[in-house]
């Protein structure tokens, strides 16, 4: 029994440094691309909206790129 226990603590440490190592991979990202906050208007809901662009590093404008919607899910505001 006691190695069970063991083994469920060594990989909710594991679980941890990964968790910790993505997120700080993420930032690292995040900080070398260049973001453009812009906002719209949403007639349905008569409010406007921010939203944060974030464009690759290497980015031109006069170049055409795939694109990807992330949006914040339930109750973010």
């Known amino acids: 029994m006691e190695c069970c226990r063991k083994n469920e603590k060594d990989s909710y ?6 968790l910790g190592f993505l997120l700080f991979a993420s930032s690292q990202v995040y900080a070398q691309s260049p973001v ?9 809901l ?3 909206k921010e939203i944060s662009v974030i464009l690759p590093s290497y980015y031109n404008p006069n170049r055409r790129y795939p694109i990807l919607y992330l949006l914040h899910g339930y109750g973010g505001g």
């Not at 440490?13 to 990964?18: E, K």
């Not at 453009?36 to 349905?44: E, G, H, I, K």
């Open 13 to 18: 440490v594991l679980g941890l440094i990964l």
């Open 36 to 44: 453009r906050v812009d906002s719209f208007y949403m007639p349905s």
């Open 46 to 48: 008569g409010k406007t």
